[in-house]
């Protein structure tokens, strides 16, 4: 199960029926790893528990929306707790990605006010996790950390009414999008490259839109030349998904 991933179109389970069964047995599984017998195993349990709930969310019937969102945050939130940057840190930087995904939410939120308070908590959770794990040793969930600090930015500021506030989280949100690049290579990791370039064109585009002038035809050429050199690597027959989002 690929955790922390939001908008990166990693799913490895994409069927309700896959993710109960999958529900079940990690259920089974904190039977047998108990913190006191395997704190590590339960962190790893969990955690995986805790996405997977949150994927049921998502694909699951509307109606059991509040039941599968409050089982991922109580088991997300229960191995952020016992981890830290010291105690078993990439179970505490995996599970702060995922419930930042959490935050991200917009159903959680009855209001904008309250939307943009809970990504302004979700990218705290990202900024304390993601100098936890090191791009040398964990490439993926480096890249993976910035894009999604990329992508709650743009969320972020299109709640903002503040000019100078949105530009400042969209230029936030090119720097992290900017740094997931560096562990994204389209010969090595199409899918993740094409997420970047994606995200990074929309961030631009977007701050061309709140700017003016010589900044704005800028922002709108540099973000027209990152999606077509995306779309000269993917062919539509192949990858329809990210052919059509590139369009």
């Not at 908008?7 to 904190?30: G, Y």
């Not at 962190?43 to 699951?60: I, K, P, S, V």
């Not at 999008?177 to 585009?205: D, G, H, M, N």
């Amino acid at each position: 199960l690929i955790t922390f991933s939001r908008k990166d179109h990693v799913h490895c389970l994409c069927s309700v029926d896959a993710l109960l069964s999958a529900e079940t047995a990690l259920l089974l599984n904190q039977e047998i790893w108990t913190p006191t017998v395997n704190l590590r195993g339960w962190c790893r349990t969990t955690n995986a528990l805790g996405a997977t709930r949150w994927r049921l969310a998502q694909l699951d019937e509307p109606a059991n929306f509040g039941k599968h969102i409050g089982g991922a945050r109580e088991a997300l939130e229960a191995v952020r707790a016992t981890c830290s940057k010291t105690v078993l840190p990439y179970y505490f930087a995996a599970s702060s990605g995922n419930l930042a995904s959490l935050y991200c939410e917009r159903k959680l939120s009855s209001s904008d006010q309250e939307y943009a308070s809970n990504v302004v908590a979700s990218i705290g959770m990202q900024l304390q996790a993601v100098n936890v794990l090191s791009k040398e040793d964990y490439p993926l969930e480096w890249g993976i950390f910035h894009h999604n600090l990329g992508t709650s930015y743009i969320s972020l500021a299109r709640v903002l009414s503040d000019k100078s506030e949105k530009l400042g989280a969209l230029n936030s949100s090119c720097e992290h999008l900017t740094k997931s690049f560096e562990v994204r290579e389209p010969e090595e990791a199409l899918q993740y490259w094409i997420a970047s370039s994606r995200s990074l064109a929309e961030a631009l585009i977007d701050k061309g839109m709140v700017e003016t002038g010589d900044s704005s035809r800028r922002d709108m050429s540099c973000a027209q030349a990152i999606l077509e050199r995306a779309l000269a690597r993917i062919d539509e027959r192949e990858h329809p998904h990210q052919w059509a989002e590139l369009q």
